[in-house]
């Protein structure tokens, strides 16, 4: 062999070597050292799973006391009703997994007086926009898109539609599902746009749009964004929105009853929609369903949207269970957190007369409310020409509220709040209680040993590198024992109340006072002590 051809087969051994066997052998170590992480990762989330404990309400007549207080919440229900002068209006309460109660007042056809019920279909409007974000979620979930993709590769139009300044991003999917695309708030001119084909949308769209804001940067709520949502679950399903939603959430949580176009549904179930005009109910032309129905065109029941709201509640403590829904518990939980802030009400009142600051986000087609007394709600309201409606769901009460009436932006967020506000009360609800993690039990048993005095602290090995650096042991045993003094003979030594799973407190009793012991642990595994706070619990 010559030189030169020696030469010619060593460059192509090589490169058949450099391009197929080093790239398939490293691939092989690849998938062998991702499958031994995986499997570690694996084996550490199964020693977790096994001492993790979710939260559970300690209350086991709870469900009783809820049942028990049904006559004051019909009769909150029925008097607002009647002085708001509704036609007609369905109200419901949903606890744990299932609707527990629904009820009616008046009519949902005037002329006919076919009364209300929990099986009356009202159209519920802006209700209908997190099913349309649960739709999106279940498609990411499936790798179909992502949320933070340009909106424009499922709708070409909008790539080239010019926006607010020259540095505006891309309007991205998530934009869309939480009202920070840019565009203006729409409500008169949206509501009237339900039955809109998708052809005149692309028109609109092709025509330009007049922007309010940059995306990304505020929230402005738009029912045009959500008719985008409902275009792009159309083009990545290969079916119209309806349908997928349908076929994926609707028919797997058994709601059986809820459609999307009104001439489909049984004459005595549909509610036909009012305004208050010249001292009489004059009533409201319903649409068809089309293109803008993804942002409010749903009919269903109270009974119906109710197993809806149990979902919801489902996804509430995160557990280790099986996965029995459309889409997974977790993504459940995402859509219920505040991802665009809203609005702060300082002054927001009760509606029996206290007032307690309010403060709102917006999630994934869903509003996030926490109170002054950090209790936590998530739901939407619904308002056409014709309708009013509202739910509500309190995840860590395990309870939700819903009503629907059919006025004309039927208001119901004053009465749901009373409902929600009067049932914690007369039922004596409390929220879930966290069991105590193994680890934090165990410090919080060393941490009883060592106080007040500290004594071999340093060589305890259950303190983090930070802990006396922070705070000389000197000092920390300075500080305890003046405290322990105040508080005389130690009488008892409470139960930890946890936080989460590495923060808690407990409280130390004296014959002249008590002291509370709070600790937080570090990310580390074993956890480690990391901070600890001692201080007298005043009379």
């Known amino acids: 062999m010559d030189s030169v051809t020696f030469t010619k087969k060593f460059i192509l051994n090589y490169y058949f070597m450099k391009r197929f066997i080093l790239p398939l ?88 007086k076919t009364k209300a019920s929990g099986k009356s279909l009202f159209r519920i409007a802006s209700m209908s926009k997190s099913v349309t974000t649960m739709a999106i979620l279940k498609l990411r979930d499936e790798g179909k898109l992502r949320l933070d993709d340009p909106a424009y590769l499922y709708i070409p139009e909008l790539k080239s539609m010019p926006l607010l300044t020259a540095d ?46 940059v995306p990304g940067v505020q929230y402005e709520y738009s029912n045009l964004a959500f008719a985008m949502l409902g275009k792009i679950i159309g083009k990545v399903s290969g079916t119209s929105y309806q349908q997928y939603i349908t076929d994926s959430i609707f028919k797997p949580l058994g709601m059986n009853s809820t459609l999307w176009e009104y001439t489909k549904a049984p004459a005595d ?39 809806y709201m149990a979902f919801h509640l489902s996804a509430w403590p995160p557990k280790n269970d099986k996965e029995t829904g459309p889409v997974k518990r977790s993504s459940v939980r995402e859509m219920q957190q505040p991802w665009t802030f809203n609005n702060l009400n300082t002054r927001f009142k009760y509606p029996d007369g206290r007032t307690c600051a309010l403060v709102s986000s ?23 020409p014709g309708f009013g409606s509202q739910w509500w769901i309190m995840p860590e009460y395990g309870i939700g509220v819903i009503a629907n009436g059919n006025l004309t932006y039927a208001g119901m967020n004053t009465v749901n709040f009373a409902v929600m506000d009067t049932l914690i009360s007369i039922a004596g609800l409390q929220p879930r209680t966290l069991p105590v993690s193994p680890i934090l039990k165990q410090r919080k048993k060393e941490l009883a040993q060592l106080l007040p005095d ?35 003979k130690i009488s008892a030594v409470k139960d930890l109340v946890a936080e989460n799973q590495l923060r808690g407190k407990f409280v130390v009793e004296g014959e002249k006072g008590a002291l509370e012991i709070f600790f937080t642990l570090t990310p580390e595994n074993p956890a480690l002590v990391q901070q600890l706070d001692v201080k007298e619990i005043s009379k």
């Open 362 to 384: 917006y999630g994934y087609g869903l509003r996030i409310s926490r109170d002054c007394d950090n209790r936590l709600f998530a739901g939407h309201t619904g308002g056409l």
């Open 25 to 112: 052998s490293l691939l092989i170590y690849s998938a062998a050292h991702s499958q031994s992480e995986l499997q570690k990762a694996q084996a550490s989330t199964s020693s977790y799973a096994q001492t993790y404990q979710p939260p559970v309400f300690s209350d086991k007549d709870r469900l009783a006391r809820i049942k028990e207080a049904i006559p004051v919440v019909e009769k909150l229900y029925k008097e607002y009703a009647e002085k708001n002068n509704f036609p007609g209006m369905a109200f419901g309460l949903v606890v744990d997994d299932q609707v527990i109660y629904s009820d009616g007042y008046g009519y949902t056809d005037v002329m006919k």
């Open 454 to 488: 500290w004594s071999n602290a340093e060589r305890s090995k259950i303190f983090a590198v930070n802990f006396f650096p922070d705070k000389s042991v000197e000092i920390r045993r300075k500080n305890s024992q003046q405290l322990f003094a105040k508080i005389g």
């Open 168 to 213: 505006s991003p891309a309007i991205t999917i998530r934009n869309l599902m939480t009202h920070t695309a840019g565009f203006p708030e729409d409500n008169p001119w949206g509501d009237r746009q339900l039955d809109t084909k998708d052809d005149e949308l692309i028109q609109l769209i092709k025509k330009g749009l007049s922007n309010s804001n």
């Open 269 to 307: 179930l549909l509610a036909h929609g009012y305004r208050w005009e010249d001292g009489k109910w004059k009533e409201e032309e319903l649409l068809h369903d089309g293109t803008y129905g993804a942002m409010g065109g749903i009919l269903t029941s109270i009974e119906d949207f109710g197993k």
